[in-house]
């Protein structure tokens, strides 16, 4: 039921391509945007790079989170999935990650070609792409329960942010430093553990207080 | 005491009770605060480090303390309410969070207050403001969730869920952004920090923790009668409240 | 087998409805009728355990719904107001999906059959956004065919079919009940349906 529910969301995703495509054009701009309100020094871009990526990434993610549950919310689906004899935190925990590979993955492919805009040294994009790869899915999944407790809220999207972002903040941090950190010429295997601990972590309890929130919003 | 906790666990019957206890728990408040702030500028030494500017620590440290606590208190009191079903424990959380985000901008606010004359800056991007900064997120968060949702038993059940979330992430929070500053070697005078203390600053310290304590039980309080009267408006007990002339 | 105990509905600062009780068994036909914010559709969520009675108990076969959990949802099958059907899907697609939520795997074949029945033939490959309201209730139906659940609670099943169709429900609501299953169903339009005891609830 886990593959099931992810391959019905990406070949909904496939059907609707240009929605894949927004997500992954904002994250683009977002980081485009900075060079030109700072100036297009290189020392300086190089330093703030890795910060940059991150933050065009968590906002990036967390745009796409209304669409996460909205349709299946005003179809009727989500009535269906609450009713099916399978277990809630499976099916969501299947949703989330379909929404990760649709959302997050694009992400973590077009970063490095971002770094390279900021003269990112080969070494520090492979960090980047590590750490996005380990913290994006943290992204969506902290980023589900936000969008599961906001469903058919009127201005849902903004006050999902609102939400969201202050728990994005530990992920945001790590990330950011593990790059930072092995451009500076110091370890950042810790930074990299602690992102992968907080995935593991999140893939426990996350399905579960989404699951939970879904409940109380179909109330 | 059992039969007791049942009686009292009723909204109508809370909300006599704790009519009883608000002028009882604001005259300790005024009382204690009166003693801990004459402690605090008349009684305490100047301290020769930091001159008078340190005064202030006087209600920055309780407030930075409640800040945090009440969020713990108000998770608290979400959860049992998710969990048992129980509605005046949700709405005593509702009725937390107003005060502890206070709590929370008061404590920024003399931070940075006393940032100034101690760093020549208002702001600095310290480890404890920073975390105090992000759990006023979370309570503005917790705040607006409540505030966009129309039906009470819906609110109350999410506002629980994004504040266990947040509850389970405030040691991750502190211990992240700790970690981030040390890292990048800005700031490393910590607020709370004050090298020797005397026992007297101590000793007002402490009474002004104590007033920060049974200000927020008198304010909290207060602001649960309002919620059951808002949500139990259509029952008889409130009718009969109204009848009588007591509202 | 369904029960519903002293069942009572707040929404907001309004009761809906209150001391409402109910037996149903096996065979049996329950018609929820009352005019519109009787709270019909409240009821219906109720018993599918969406949504918790304010007071009051709803038991299957002498157990709590509310611990029986996905025991009680695997006996289920409810069709709301909203049709969950896709508008980005084809038709097959969208009942061969909605059927695997429910538990209920099929083949192409089994699909391909059960939408023939609904009157849809020629239109299985045809995304679900073409179709008009009365044929998305007739995919959304179908799931009917396919799913072998003991209980159906149906929210209007009826809006927006046509005659044909409505012939077609009636039909299939016969055979279920004479196979021993059960229906709770909310409806304006009069339907004959036979049934070995038929429940009439009335909201006000």
Not at chain 1, 8 to 15: E, G, N, P, S, T
Request: charged share 15%.
């Amino acid at each position: 039921m886990f593959f099931w529910i992810i391959q019905r969301d990406l070949l909904l995703a496939v059907r609707r391509r240009s929605d894949v495509l927004t997500t992954l054009f904002f994250f683009v701009i977002v980081v485009s945007l900075f060079p030109l309100s700072v100036g297009p020094e290189m020392n300086l871009l190089r330093t703030m790079a890795p910060g940059i990526v991150w933050v065009a990434a968590l906002l990036a993610s967390m745009l796409s989170l209304g669409r996460l549950f909205s349709s299946d919310y005003s179809d009727g689906t989500l009535e269906q999935m609450l009713l099916s004899p399978q277990s809630l935190s499976i099916l969501v925990l299947g949703k989330a990650l379909a929404h990760w590979l649709v959302t997050g993955m694009p992400l973590v492919v077009m970063a490095p070609v971002l770094g390279i805009q900021y003269d990112l040294p080969a070494d520090a994009l492979f960090v980047l792409v590590v750490s996005l790869l380990l913290g994006t899915p943290v992204l969506s999944l902290i980023g589900a329960i936000g969008a599961a407790l906001t469903l058919g809220l009127r201005g849902g999207g903004v006050l999902v942010s609102l939400l969201v972002l202050p728990l994005y903040i530990p992920v945001l941090i790590f990330g950011a430093g593990a790059v930072e950190a092995n451009m500076a010429g110091i370890s950042y295997d810790a930074h990299l553990s602690l992102l992968g601990a907080f995935l593991l972590v999140s893939l426990v309890l996350a399905p579960w207080a989404i699951a939970a929130s879904l409940r109380v919003s179909l109330e | 005491m059992a039969i007791n906790w049942y009686k009292y666990a009723s909204p109508a019957s809370f909300y006599t009770l704790a009519g009883k206890m608000v002028p009882f728990f604001t005259i300790l408040a005024i009382g204690l605060l009166t003693i801990g702030l004459y402690i605090g500028f008349f009684v305490a030494p100047t301290d020769f480090q930091q001159g008078e500017a340190y005064r202030i620590i006087f209600i920055h440290v309780p407030a930075a303390w409640m800040s945090m606590f009440l969020y713990v208190v108000m998770a608290c009191w979400a959860g049992i309410g998710l969990a048992f079903n129980t509605r005046l424990s949700s709405m005593m959380a509702t009725a937390i969070a107003p005060t502890g985000a206070m709590f929370t901008f008061l404590a920024l606010w003399t931070g940075s207050l006393w940032g100034k004359p101690m760093w020549g800056t208002w702001w600095v991007w310290d480890a404890r403001l920073t975390s105090e900064l992000i759990l006023l997120f979370l309570y503005i968060g917790f705040m607006s969730l409540q505030a966009a949702i129309d039906d009470p038993r819906r609110a109350d059940k999410a506002g629980a869920i994004i504040a266990l979330v947040g509850v389970i992430n405030i040691p991750i929070i502190y211990f992240s952004v700790q970690w981030w500053n040390t890292l990048h070697q800005g700031a490393s005078v910590s607020v709370n920090q004050a090298p020797t203390m005397a026992s007297v600053m101590l000793t007002g310290m402490m009474v002004m923790v104590l007033a920060s304590w049974m200000y927020s039980i008198a304010v909290i309080l207060k602001r649960v009668r309002i919620i059951i009267l808002e949500r139990e408006s259509h029952t008889a007990w409130v009718a009969e409240l109204r009848k009588k002339g007591a509202l | 087998m369904l029960q519903g105990i002293n069942l009572a509905c707040v929404r907001g600062d309004r009761r809906l409805f209150k001391a409402v009780n109910f037996t149903l068994e096996a065979g049996g036909l329950m018609q929820v009728h009352g005019p519109n914010g009787s709270g019909k559709t409240s009821l219906l969520r109720m018993l599918c355990g969406l949504s918790n009675p304010a007071l009051g108990e709803i038991t299957w076969r002498g157990f709590s719904i509310r611990d029986l959990k996905n025991e009680y949802f695997s006996n289920l099958t409810y069709i709301g107001h909203l049709s969950g059907t896709k508008d980005d899907l084809t038709v097959l697609e969208n009942l061969r999906i909605s059927s695997a939520l429910a538990g209920e795997r099929i083949s192409e074949t089994q699909a391909r059959d059960a939408l023939a029945y609904m009157g849809l033939n020629g239109r299985e490959f045809l995304p679900a956004k073409v179709l008009s309201q009365g044929q998305r209730r007739r995919v959304a139906l179908a799931r009917l065919l396919v799913c072998k659940t003991k209980l159906w609670i149906l929210d209007e099943p009826l809006a927006a079919l046509d005659i044909t169709a409505v012939k077609l429900i009636q039909e299939l609501l016969e055979r279920h009940l004479a196979e021993k299953g059960l229906v709770v169903m909310t409806t304006h339009q009069a339907i004959d349906v036979a049934a070995i005891s038929a429940v009439h609830l009335r909201l006000v």
